[in-house]
Nanobody, 117 residues
Framework: QVQLVESGGGLVQVGGSLRLSCAAS????????MGWFRQAPGKERQFVGR??????YYADSVKGRFTISRDNAKNTVYLQMNSLKPEDTAVYYC????????????WGQGTQVTVSS
């Protein structure tokens, strides 16, 4: 079984920064693909970025502003968000690819990020 718990969300002004954390337990290793997603009210869930054992990949909307990192000793993945914009306001989720390659089959409960203008 895998559990993912996000934290670090909150209210921030435009141009500010936040760092989200995703603490993982269970069948997680340094090679586990970990992703970040977000969902704004009334909108579909959106891919933000992912981390593999060798690289990271980001959506165009956050490239250059967001950075994913991981501390494998702590089984924690981070999402550093800089230069935040109002359109970044959403519930942010981390997810893991565990059982089915290419499919995020475990999800956290989400953490709210609100960017005020």
């Amino acid at each position: 079984q895998v559990q993912l718990v996000e934290s670090g969300g909150g209210l921030v002004q435009v141009g500010g920064s936040l760092r989200l954390s995703c603490a993982a337990s269970g069948r997680i290793s340094s090679s586990t693909v970990m992703g970040w997603f977000r969902q704004a009210p009334g909108k579909e869930r959106q891919f933000v970025g992912r981390s593999t054992w060798s690289d990271e990949y980001y959506a165009d909307s956050v490239k250059g502003r967001f950075t994913i990192s991981r501390d494998n000793a702590k089984n924690t993945v981070y999402l550093q968000m800089n230069s935040l914009k109002p359109e970044d306001t959403a519930v942010y989720y981390c997810a893991a690819v565990i059982s089915r390659p290419g499919t995020y089959d475990y999800w956290g409960q989400g953490t709210q990020v609100t960017v005020s203008s």
